[in-house]
């Protein structure tokens, strides 16, 4: 039997390993462990969550590096402020007796100014998420000069979420780097091209069945609070007009009462649960087969068993409590060779749970914003448009009909004619989302940042402020957004400022300093139409990559 001991590690690691009761190594770390730590550069790691992956890369690290130099030698990038605290934990545990090693998660959403004290202090691993090191990195708040060692954990997931030009920015700002390991539960070719680009002949390591799970499956999750589970419920089956799903509620009496409200606002849906005959059930069942309803509303028991081919969603109206029913309820899309989508509507509160279904279904979820209003509109009309161009006109006798129509619409133009039939069409959409708020529970927002150095200027008092106004006036109470795109994204100011008012329609004169980076910018801002500004630009995708904007960051 192998044992950590013989694997070569430090023998404070292997005791650390005896204290949290590991026996054995798992194969990731059978296999990476003796590799990493005899000088091998770069590695390629196939593996998901819940292999013991942390391990595999965690105790090389701590045994590699300098504990008496204070200072960043290791580098390990994660997505999530999650994954973030949790490989900071597992860390903590194994370097339990070396007390000279310090170890510091950064990530985004909570005060910048702790971290950048806490980094003051000297540590000698940090752990990050993409945008907070970017953030970092250019306040010049990190020193990654003696970066030794840089790890990648879950690649695909990150550039799943957008992140491929800051995981490359950060390559980049470690010139001393010799080592990168990168860990992905996927290889996508994505992560081949950064991997043949950054890395030199990496070993490459795959344990387990790569994709194990259904890879079919895409799973979403949105999250909104408890009272607009309805509407964002609504708003999902809107913004995909193809869909052909079902959706599963905890209790019978939210089935039916969820199927009345939709059926009287015009969807194809019934209910599926328990309170049914069997007549009434296999009736239900037979016109949702027969797609006579594009949708089926049911709860866990009274779906058991249902085998309908084609489903392209599932929804979540509510988590289930038990991992395994999520398996199920997922597992009712994706089938026989298809892909399809298992969407979940979470109150903020909640992410923990779902992370935790994340790690047994082991797949990753992807947060994605609730469509706005404009969305949704944009996506009917685009899908009319479609059913429109792609309507079947060979077999009718239309062509009968056609000098009446000419004669009919001679007085009326082309354009006239689309609007009319689009107003048929719409009228309903329109209406309904006219007014349509932001469903989105965000994190919390940053405050203006207070650091001395050039950003910080526009905190200075209001002439300064006016002095360094550049566009419009912004006058009085401003604040300043932070958003990830910069000169790289190929935007220079005054196109950039285009950009930014064409999103967001708001007018110039809300606007004030600009201050562009390579990768982020800082836009002043009245703060009254910063949550305006916010709501219009945040979450929305740029050349395939995801926007993200909130306030810029306090202590
Ligand atoms: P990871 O894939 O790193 O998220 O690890 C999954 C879980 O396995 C974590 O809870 C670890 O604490 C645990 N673990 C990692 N390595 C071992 C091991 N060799 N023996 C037992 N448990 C382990």
Redesign the pocket.
């Known amino acids: 039997m192998t044992t950590?001991e013989g694997l070569g590690l430090d023998a404070r690691l292997v005791q650390a390993?005896d204290a949290?009761?590991?026996?054995?190594?798992?194969p990731?770390?059978e296999q990476a462990i003796p590799v990493l730590i005899s000088g091998t550069k770069d590695l390629v790691g196939l593996?998901?969550?819940?292999?013991?992956?942390?391990?595999?890369f965690?105790l090389p690290l701590l045994h590699l590096i300098d504990a008496e130099k204070r200072i960043p030698q290791a580098l390990i990038v994660c997505p999530t402020r999650e994954l973030c605290i949790?490989?900071v934990n597992?860390m903590e545990?194994f370097k339990k007796f070396l007390p000279r090693v310090s170890i510091l998660a950064v990530y985004g959403g909570t005060s910048v100014g702790m971290q950048i004290r806490d980094l003051k202090r000297g540590v000698q691993i940090v752990v990050a998420t993409p945008g907070r090191l970017i953030d970092l990195i250019e306040r010049k708040a990190i020193d990654l000069g003696e970066i030794k060692y840089v790890v990648l954990d879950e690649a695909d997931e990150m550039l799943n979420m957008g992140f491929q030009d800051d995981i490359e920015f950060i390559l980049k700002n470690t010139p001393q780097r010799d080592s990168t390991w990168l860990f992905s539960a996927t290889m996508p070719a994505e992560i081949r091209r950064v991997s043949k680009k950054y890395m030199t002949s990496p070993v490459e390591i795959t344990v387990g069945k790569v994709n194990t799970g259904n890879k079919n499956i895409d799973h979403q999750f949105y999250v909104t609070n408890a009272q607009h589970r309805y509407q964002t419920l609504k708003r999902l089956i809107d913004f995909n007009p193809g869909i052909y799903g079902i959706i599963f509620t905890r209790t019978k009496a939210d089935a039916q009462a969820i199927a009345e409200r939709l059926t009287r606002e015009g969807y194809d849906i019934d209910a599926l649960h328990g309170d049914l005959t069997q007549q009434q059930r296999d009736k239900v069942m037979g016109d949702f087969r027969d797609k006579v309803l594009q949708l089926l509303i049911a709860t866990d028991v009274a779906a058991r068993g249902i085998d309908v081919q084609g489903i392209t969603h599932v929804i979540n109206y509510e988590l289930p409590d038990d991992v395994e029913v999520y398996t199920h309820r997922s597992g009712r899309t994706g089938r026989a060779g298809l892909t399809g989508v298992c969407m979940s509507i979470v109150h903020s509160r909640e992410i923990g749970k779902l992370r935790q279904i994340e790690?047994m279904v082991q797949a990753p979820f992807h947060k994605v914003e609730i469509p706005s209003g404009k969305d949704v509109c944009r996506k009917q009309f685009f899908n009319f448009m479609d059913k429109l161009l792609q309507a079947d006109i060979s077999h009718g006798d239309y062509e009968t009909y056609v000098p009446m129509l000419a004669e009919k619409f001679a007085e009326i133009s082309k354009e006239e004619v689309l609007k009319r039939v689009a107003a048929m069409e719409f009228d309903r959409f329109l209406k309904y989302y006219e007014n349509a708020e932001d469903l989105n529970v965000r994190e919390r927002l940053r405050q203006p940042w207070e650091r001395n150095d050039s950003r910080n200027d526009f905190q200075g008092g209001p002439n300064r402020r006016k002095d360094r106004r550049e566009y419009g006036a912004a006058n009085g109470d401003s604040t300043k957004l932070f958003v990830n795109l910069g000169t790289k994204d190929g935007f220079y100011k005054a196109s950039f400022l285009q950009f930014i008012l064409d999103m967001s329609d708001l007018k110039k004169e809300a606007l004030g300093r600009i201050d562009m980076k390579e990768m982020n910018s800082w836009i002043e801002v009245e703060r009254s139409a910063a949550p305006k500004m916010i709501r219009a630009i945040d979450g929305k995708n740029y050349k395939g990559r995801r926007i993200r904007m909130n306030e810029a960051n306090s202590r």
Do not use: D
Request: aromatic share 8%; no cysteine; proline share 4%.
């Open positions: 950590f390993t949290l009761g590991y026996n054995q190594p798992t990731i770390q593996a998901q969550t819940g292999t013991g992956k942390t391990a595999a965690g949790q490989i597992e545990s790690r």
